[in-house]
Nanobody, 125 residues
Framework: VQLQASGGGLGQAGGSLRLSCAAS????????MGWFRQAPGKEREFVAA????????YYLESVKGRFTISRDNAKNTVYLQMNSLKPEDTAAYYC???????????????????WGQGTLVTVSS
């Protein structure tokens, strides 16, 4: 599976951006997916995760109520809708995936097998 992240850019505090992660391969619908981010000088951190069907999600506490992870298995794509952006959301954002049981999602980077390249999000105050 190859993952291609896109949608990053410059946003304003209080604004919105939507990230996309397109996956190659026929078994995307059997993959749990996640988003991580890494700010300059900081370690990569978990942001959001979603199971196969999209009915189970989990979020970093600081993005709950602002970010929404979703997926369209027909398009082999997972999304991260980011609303009410804050300057502290500035980071390179990475999508990740792994084959998983239908009800599973994962919050640790080491649990994922496939990674997309980062897409940079910069939020100005």
């Amino acid at each position: 599976v190859q993952l291609q992240a896109s949608g990053g850019g410059l946003g304003q505090a209080g604004g919105s951006l939507r990230l996309s992660c397109a996956a190659s391969g026929r078994t995307f619908s059997q993959y749990a997916m996640g988003w991580f981010r890494q700010a300059p000088g900081k370690e990569r951190e978990f942001v959001a995760a979603i199971n196969w069907s999209g009915d189970s999600t989990y979020y970093l506490e600081s993005v709950k109520g602002r970010f929404t992870i979703s997926r369209d298995n027909a398009k082999n794509t997972v999304y991260l809708q980011m609303n009410s952006l804050k300057p502290e959301d500035t980071a390179a954002y990475y999508c990740a995936g792994r084959r998983a049981p239908s009800d599973a999602y994962y919050v640790n980077a080491y649990e994922y097998d496939y990674w997309g390249q980062g897409t940079l999000v910069t939020v100005s105050s």
